[in-house]
């Protein structure tokens, strides 16, 4: 496939440049007042409220549920898997293998599922009810080490080239483990619905969500009811990531149970420990690589081994998988790859979808991996990666033909010049030799994350959004991609506007509703500007075509509110639609073989670099991150001041998952399951972060828009761990890089000190 | 008991148990649902709110201690005519809430910060806010904000500046 | 929140000798200051009580001042009066340093020295300060219709696993440093925890050494540690190595074995491993060795 020269549609600019401006936020103001209202700040008056009876054990067959609620339960209302199944709901969650129930039935395959759902008039009431539900269980023996586990939800497999022959061939073959374990999402808001039982002939949820339409599509499933007797409207959401993808599909469902067994409103709202310990987590993993090497220090061959914990049920593993074997070969040249995955099953809360999906982990272990390469092989670290760095128009471990590829050379080479890498090396040097018990050190990542649904999943979900004609010349979007901190309203105003060359202010957005808007697909995946904006930049430029043929002017230039106003009110009088609708038109024409894995996996990438500076604490061996510097091509930032403040959050993120966040289990449930006990930076561990913010156009993104929301997560963690490994010497395979590990680390690599 | 407070600069009265939180009061009983519950352990600040002026986590509070004291939360911060407070006007310009959960807890924060400080440093203010988790902004929108704030303020200036009410 | 708040009742007396005289009762209440602690467990519907008793209007229990023998500090002292009380950062500034480093600013504004005392938490923050600045706890009951005192040295205080040696019946009133400990004596301090702020303690460190000028040698040393074993304590053995010695990277490493081979018992717990703790807790002695005596210490040497 021979690359194309892409060619950026350039609109004609509006008098005001929309696009690109820091323009005022529009979700900002209710937030900074205290207005905004989250699910748990509804005023439901009459609601009941909602209590879940979890599994204390891993793995047990649910022998009875007693439900003699004594004086304690007098008003409470309690739902069961029977109670599902003798009314004829259909007792699964509707995701992808639909193998997850909503309430257990026989059998439970993890701690904490749940097994039962209480509704009572009060918080008090409902706990004391709960207490009062007795489950008997036999416990069975769980499988809770995934690295001796044995069902597998999913596999997945890469061959390019001929890796049998590039190892034989070889200069240097290098093997390296790598492990990464469960990162928590802990969004400062826990997951929470609120549902209204029946009326007249609809179901009402609403709740803090990532996704309405997957609530919508487990909800029609769960009641086998028709599309119009569910609606899904999103709250106010505080904080996503992922974990608001689709386990709030269970909050809803059992809100709604419950809803529908008291006829009133239920409000079933977790608290952090609840959260903590009941919902899902990103994957952990092992990955194993062999690489290649010719005497030049090209990559050669390269053949991983990537394994994930998917815990109990399939859930998103199977694509979680998907996109971690994509993208584990990384940014890098190499005509020979094998890459194996498998996800498997253990007796664990299920694990789901946390920015990055997979990328993450895999680059975490390819970044040390080059490290541990670079060292063996006698090369610079920073030499090796420049050398295997894809250029404009090569391919990818998928043989896709990337033609913006050389990004991620341009994005090393920013990082490395804003980092003053090799002088800030040296000085370092210089730093170590004065220091008797500090050491500092410098790290590199590069790293990558395609944009939007993997292979032809964009082309199924065809996505849908409508623009809706105001009076006033105003125009309102609509479109289910969901409000979660990124300022999803904002940039979709700005994108319409620019289209259209009306100002900000004449389009509107709205907060999600099934009722109101079309399926433009799941708020994930890093879509909803490069796909969702596209789509919504095609209904603009539809949108003014039609108005334009109306009142006999040229399409493409930009109208005046009055002008529009007109054209609008000409349009509607004349009999025409009020609404202009444009689906995913898969825009780039990519095409991808999901069986062989094989094709344009994504229609874009982003690339990045990014560079940590350390400083370890010998008498501690505490890490403190001095600076992270990170150059990230994001194709087009439609709002600067939004853009950088994912970058910035992405990275924190990362650096939290690099030190300090663990999930410390017992007998397969979160023992740390406090905020005390599961360490998130603060402002003080969070370092001072620079970007260089690159722009390298996706032809068929808004203005050439990327998406960026995962992006800043995939490269920080090994970034860190590089710099520690840097600044101490030694081998340090695994997350979190705790201090725990460093000083094992250092006293391995140092058997002849003192031990204390 | 018969809790009688000040909060935001009004007396308000609500009839409690005793040991009922701070933040339970002011959400459900005065309806003042801007301070939020984050974790119910004093670790995340999203229920910052300052008691006689003080910065404290109103879920460790019981409403008895709050008796016939003075409240200020974030509904608390803009004047009457609807004029942001400047550190919730260097929050908009600087882009210091992403998904706003914690921005009520933290806006409180630092307002507590710079009615004491002339001009914090980077440092101080991230120690200051150390108690106030956020997940999305890695922070560093929030301390240009709080330094742009108290660059704007002088500490124990009295009356407030009115600023343009932003839409 | 879990559990239910409705249904606790609160004491709130105005006077020392009403609040002792609850504390008398059989129907026992529990004290409640800042609430830091306690309001953790009821968050969680963990009650440790149906009575509590509300200390915050209890000027008995306030005040930072000098007396004949030293300072006395109010059990309702907070952090953030550590902070800012300037006869503190004179007199014994490594309490201000600690305080610094408890938990974060609204913590510091309702936590209390009492409050972290009576709990006895095996991570304390205060105590091992407090034990290195040879403190005592003044307690107070009733009896009768009296107000009777006692003193407490803080290193016979912490009987067990929190467990104090508080009867029932008193409340921790002042907290006291004796001058002694005051003058002529060197202090540092050292908190390593999950992260800087808003953090337990995997290992905490407090010494104090008294340094002879000609000869230069240790003439006395207080070191003590919290994480580190089911209470705060104090490291005789570390103590004992040290005493007379001059102040060197020999004598600095000398300490950290005594101290490990016979003062701490660590623990793995969720927060780390008694390995860490222990490697950690003897670097820290060297590091804060150092610090005072003058000398840069071994630790991998």
Known sequence: MAPARAAVRH???????????????????????????????????????????????????????????????????????????????????????????????????????????????????????????????????????????????????????????????????????????????????????????????????????????????????????????????????????????????????????????????????????????????????????????????????????????????????????????????????????????????????????????????????????????????????????????????????????????????????????????????????????????????????????????????????????????????????????????????????????????????????????????????????????????????????????????????????????????????????????????????????????????????????????????????????????LRVVAAQDIGRAIHPRLAAGQLEGGLTQAVGWALFEEVVARDGRMANGQLTNYILPTAIETPPIELVVLERPFAHGPFGAKGIGELPMDGGAPAVVNAIADALEIDLDRLPATPERIAAAWLAARPERRRA | MKLRLEVNGRPRSADVPPMKRLLDVLRDDLRLTGTKEGCGEGECGACAVLLDGELVNSCLVPACQADRRAVTTVEGLAAPDGSLHPVQQAFWEKGGAQCGICTPGMLVAAVALVERARRPSDAEIREWLAGNLCRCTGYVKIVEAVAAAARARRPGAGARRPKRVKR | MRGDLAALEVLRPRRLAEALAALADSDRPCPIAGGTDLYVALNEGRAPARRFLDL????????????????????????????????????????????????????????????????????????????????AVELAARDGRRVVRRRVPLDRFFIGYRETAARPDELIVAVLLPSSALEGWRYAYRKVGTRRAQAISKVVAAVGLELGARPRRIAAARIAYGSMAPTPVRARAAEAALAGRAPTSAAGRAAARALLAEDLHPIDDLRSSADYRALVAGRLLESLLGALGGFRPGLDD
């Open chain 1, 11 to 625: 609109l004609p600019r509006a008098p005001r440049a929309v696009v690109g401006s820091n323009v005022p936020r529009r979700e900002g103001l209710e937030k900074l007042t205290g207005r905004a209202l989250y699910v748990a700040d509804l005023d439901v008056p009459g609601a009941w409220w909602g209590v879940t009876v979890r599994s204390p054990h891993a793995r047990a067959r649910i022998l009875s549920i007693e439900r003699d609620l004594g004086a304690d339960g007098a008003r409470a209302v309690v739902v069961t898997a029977e109670d599902l199944l003798r009314s004829g709901r259909d007792n699964v969650v509707h995701l992808i293998a639909d193998d997850q129930p909503f309430l257990a039935h026989r059998s439970v395959e993890h701690a904490e599922e749940a097994v039962a759902l209480v509704a009572a008039p009060t918080r008090e009431e409902a706990e004391r009810a709960a207490a009062r539900v007795r489950v008997r269980y036999e416990p069975l023996e769980p499988v809770l080490d995934f690295e001796r586990a044995e069902t597998i939800h999913k596999t997945c497999a890469i061959d390019k080239g001929d890796v049998a022959a590039a190892f034989a061939g070889a200069a240097r073959v290098v093997e390296g483990t790598y492990r990464v374990g469960h990162q928590e999402h802990a969004y400062i808001e826990p997951n929470g619905m609120v549902a209204w039982p029946r009326i007249d002939g609809v179901r009402l949820v609403r709740g803090s969500l990532q996704c309405p339409f997957y609530v919508h599509a487990a909800l029609t499933r769960l009641f086998g009811e028709p599309a119009e007797a569910i609606r899904v409207a999103q709250t106010s959401t505080g904080g996503g990531f992922g974990g608001k993808e689709d386990y709030p599909d269970l909050v809803a469902g059992h809100a709604a149970l419950l809803a529908d067994a008291c006829g009133r409103p239920v409000r079933l709202l977790y608290d952090r420990a609840e959260d903590m310990v009941a919902t899902t987590k990103r994957h952990p993993g092992r990955i194993v690589h062999r690489t290649a090497l010719d005497a030049e220090g090209r990559l050669l061959g390269m053949d991983v081994e990537v394994l994930l914990d998917g815990g109990a049920y399939v859930t998103l593993s199977p694509v979680v998988l998907s996109r971690a074997v994509i993208h584990a070969a990384g940014p890098y040249r190499c005509a020979n790859v094998r890459i194996r995955g498998r996800v498997v099953k253990t007796n664990t809360p299920p694990n789901g979808a946390f920015r990055g999906f997979g990328v993450p982990q895999v680059a975490f272990a390819l970044e040390r991996h080059l490290d541990r390469v670079a060292r063996a092989a006698g090369l610079d670290r920073v030499e090796l990666r420049r050398r295997n760095l894809l250029a404009d128009g090569e391919t990818t471990a998928t043989g896709q033909a990337v033609i913006d590829a050389g990004a991620s050379r341009q994005a090393l080479d920013a990082a490395l010049k804003r980092s003053r890498f090799a002088a800030t090396a040296r000085a370092h040097a210089r730093f170590n030799r004065r220091h008797a018990h500090l050491r500092r050190g410098l790290g590199l990542a590069c790293f990558f994350h395609g944009s939007g649904f993997t292979g032809n999943g964009e082309i199924r979900l065809a996505s849908e959004v409508a623009l809706e004609l105001l009076e006033g010349g105003r125009v309102r979007v609509l479109a289910a991609a969901t409000e979660i901190g990124q300022g999803t309203r904002t940039v979709f105003a700005q994108i319409v506007a620019q289209v259209l060359g009306l100002p900000y202010e004449a389009v509107e957005t709205v907060d999600p509703d099934t009722a109101l808007v079309p399926d433009s697909g799941p708020t994930v995946a890093s879509r909803t500007v490069p796909i969702v904006g596209r789509i919504l930049a095609d209904a603009a430029r539809e949108l003014d075509a039609v108005l334009a043929r109306r009142v006999g002017r040229p399409p493409g230039r930009p109208w005046t509110r009055r002008d529009f106003a007109g054209a609008a009110a000409l349009h509607l009088d004349a009999g025409g639609e009020r609404r202009v609708t444009a689906r995913f038109s898969n825009p780039s024409g990519q095409r991808f073989d999901e069986t062989r894995y094989v094709g344009d996996a994504y229609a874009a990438y982003a690339w990045a670099a990014a560079v940590a500076e350390v400083e370890v604490d010998l008498t501690s061996f505490e890490t403190r991150v």
């Open chain 3, 56 to 135: 915050s209007r209890l000027d008995e229990l306030t005040g930072l001042e000098t007396t004949p023998s030293g300072l006395r500090l109010g059990a309702r002292t907070t952090y953030t009066e550590l902070r800012a009380s300037r006869l503190v950062r004179r007199r014994a500034p490594v309490l201000a340093e600690m305080a610094a480093s408890v938990g974060a600013i609204a913590i510091q504004n309702r936590g209390t020295l009492g409050g972290s005392l009576g709990n006895a938490s095996p991570a304390s923050d205060p105590a091992p300060v407090l034990l290195a600045l040879d403190a």
